[in-house]
Nanobody, 123 residues
Framework: VQLQASGGGLVQAGGSLRLSCAAS????????MGWFRQAPGKERESVAA????????HYADSVKGRFTISRDNAKNTVYLQMNSLKPEDTAVYYC?????????????????WGQGTQVTVSS
């Protein structure tokens, strides 16, 4: 599986961005998907995760109520809608796929990773 993330950019605080992650391969619909981020000098952290069907999701406390993860299995794509962005959301965002299928938070349970996309939120 190859993952291609896009949609990052520079936005003012309070603004919105939508990240997309397009996956290759015919097994995308069986994979759980996740979004992670890593800010300079910090460890990578889970932002949001979604099960293979989209029926289960998980969010980091820091983004609950502001970010929404979704997927379109017909398009082999997972999305991260980010609203009410804050400067502390600034990071490189990565998408990842897990063959486990269920909602997965731990990064060591993800098997495929995309390249990152930079999100910068100015104050």
């Amino acid at each position: 599986v190859q993952l291609q993330a896009s949609g990052g950019g520079l936005v003012q605080a309070g603004g919105s961005l939508r990240l997309s992650c397009a996956a290759s391969g015919r097994t995308f619909s069986s994979y759980a998907m996740g979004w992670f981020r890593q800010a300079p000098g910090k460890e990578r952290e889970s932002v949001a995760a979604i099960s293979w069907s989209g029926g289960s999701t998980h969010y980091a406390d820091s983004v609950k109520g502001r970010f929404t993860i979704s997927r379109d299995n017909a398009k082999n794509t997972v999305y991260l809608q980010m609203n009410s962005l804050k400067p502390e959301d600034t990071a490189v965002y990565y998408c990842a796929a897990s063959t486990l299928g269920r909602t997965v938070v731990a990064d060591n349970l993800y098997h495929y990773w995309g390249q990152g996309t930079q999100v910068t939120v100015s104050s």
